[in-house]
């Protein structure tokens, strides 16, 4: 009998290349090297030039933080920087009417010159008159990712003065902002790779909760590390009980509305804070509390929103139930009708509202 070992061979170098990748940390090299990037002289907008000298600052600035590697552009790579019309402007300062035209940078340019440079981040910026003030505008975009006017920077930053000195002044705490960014960028990093590591099974469950833990000690302010950290919680409800709560009350006072990133972010985890807080204060009993976060998700925060309808219901429900319990027919009689105001007319809820409402109405 011929024993074919071919297609065995072809099998088990597969196993070597699958496993080959699945152990090499997903940060390697990304990672643990510093962040390149590159700033570009900045466009003043109001006379079609560009300002190295700001843009110099800046550079400096940001060689002072270890985790920063700045590449210096070729002197053939500023020449070519290029500006196009973007838009026409008019004004009236006192009795003077002014006008001109507002100089775009191309982006597709710095673009271009970013990964001939070999950099992961571009910094780059406009310099605008509005009256006797100037204002600086520092953008951040990742390499290859090519930024219209339609489109969001991963990063910015912007200050005021009346003159380039002073506007030259504001470059350092706008060079510590880009920092910060960058290194929650790479934190964040790191973190996914362990998560990558873990959902390989290359990791245990309880090492990666202690690393998304010694993440979040670095970088307490991310949106995208905590939600990493809750959403391995609540793997292990009855364990990070508490934990959870925290985790998710941390995240409700973080957020804001206009933080479209972070929103995101969350929302690709399906991860509603205000949804887990709320339960986690339905579980304790405090109706109160659970009524105050749902209420503000369907303002703030709308992605479970029937849901939140449909526990404002039942949290106003249990309320009025506690009140009216305790004697308190007005109070309970407010919170029946304020349930009334949320449940449908499909929840197992309605005629139990109903009959509170009847029951507390004239006492």
């Known amino acids: 009998m011929m024993i074919h070992a071919k ?126 003030m100037l204002k600086i505008e520092v953008r951040v975009a990742k390499t290859g990712v090519i930024l219209t006017k339609d489109q969001t920077p991963a990063f910015s930053t912007s200050s005021s003065g009346t003159t380039y000195d002073e506007l030259s002044g504001k470059v350092p705490d ?23 590591r873990y959902l390989g099974r290359i990791v245990s469950y309880s090492d990666t909760v202690a690393a998304m833990e010694r993440y979040v000690h670095e970088y307490p302010r991310s949106i995208p590390l905590r939600a990493l950290l809750l959403d391995l919680h609540l793997k292990d409800r009855i364990k990070h009980k508490q934990k959870i709560l925290d985790g998710a009350l941390t995240i409700i006072d973080l957020y804001r509305p206009q933080a479209d990133p972070d929103m995101r972010y969350l929302l690709s985890l399906s991860l509603d804070p205000f949804d887990i807080a709320a339960e986690a204060y339905e579980e304790k009993g ?56 949320h449940v449908s007319a499909s929840s197992e809820y309605h005629r139990k509202i109903r009959d509170g409402i009847t029951r507390t109405e004239n006492k």
């Open 174 to 196: 706008m060079s510590a902002a880009i920092a910060e960014w960058l290194k929650g960028e790479r934190v964040l990093g790191r973190a996914e790779g362990d998560i990558r």
């Open 7 to 132: 297609p065995v061979k072809k099998t088990v170098y597969a196993a070597v290349i699958l496993c080959f990748f699945l152990i090499i940390p997903a940060n390697a090299g990304d990672f643990t090297d510093r962040a390149r990037l590159a700033v570009f002289p900045f466009l003043d907008a109001g006379s079609r030039s560009v300002r190295q000298n700001i843009s110099s600052v800046l550079e400096r600035e940001l060689l002072k933080y270890d985790f920063i590697e700045v590449i210096p552009l070729k002197r053939e790579d500023t020449d070519a920087y290029e500006m196009e019309p973007l838009s026409l402007w008019t004004g009236v300062e006192g009795s003077e009417k002014q006008g001109g035209i507002v100089w775009n940078v191309r982006h597709q340019v710095i673009q271009e010159m970013s990964a001939a440079n070999n950099v992961e981040y571009a910094v780059f910026g406009s310099i605008m008159k509005d009256g006797r």
């Open 286 to 341: 405090d109706w109160s509390k659970a009524i105050s976060i749902r209420d503000m998700a369907l303002t703030v925060f709308p992605f479970k929103n029937i849901r939140h309808t449909d526990g404002l219901a039942r949290d106003h429900y249990f309320q009025g139930a506690a009140y009216e319990e305790k004697g308190d027919f007005a109070k309970a009689f407010e919170q029946y009708t304020r349930a009334g105001g």
